[in-house]
């Protein structure tokens, strides 16, 4: 989520037209209780550059971590159900040989 604090500055103020543009309402806007999604925690002397490529990094790892797991799980099916269809197979040719 993008926060304007410009722009939320601009609506406090048409709110609340009695406090003058320069005062603490500013201040009010940036120190106000916001909620947040997601929390990456500070690296100290990594640029916020830096950070969101540590954060892009981390999910592109988480992605593929699923991702491979869901080889491994569809890879494992595969093998028993490819195991089953031999065993029924096998069974067939020993019953119509008989």
């Not at 103020?13 to 406090?19: D, M, S």
């Not at 999604?37 to 981390?58: A, L």
Request: proline letters at 5%.
């Amino acid at each position: 989520m993008i926060i304007d604090i410009a722009e939320e500055v601009e609506v406090e103020a048409k709110i609340k037209p009695e406090f003058p543009r320069e005062s603490s309402l500013p201040a009010i806007v940036v120190n106000r209780e916001r909620s947040c999604g997601f929390f990456c925690k500070w690296h100290p002397g990594f640029s916020p550059k830096e950070h969101k490529q540590m954060i892009f990094d981390i999910e592109a790892l988480r992605l593929e971590l699923k991702q491979k797991q869901k080889d491994r799980t569809w890879a494992l099916i595969s093998t028993v159900v490819g195991a089953i269809i031999g065993a029924a197979t096998t069974l067939a040719a020993i019953i119509a040989t008989k």
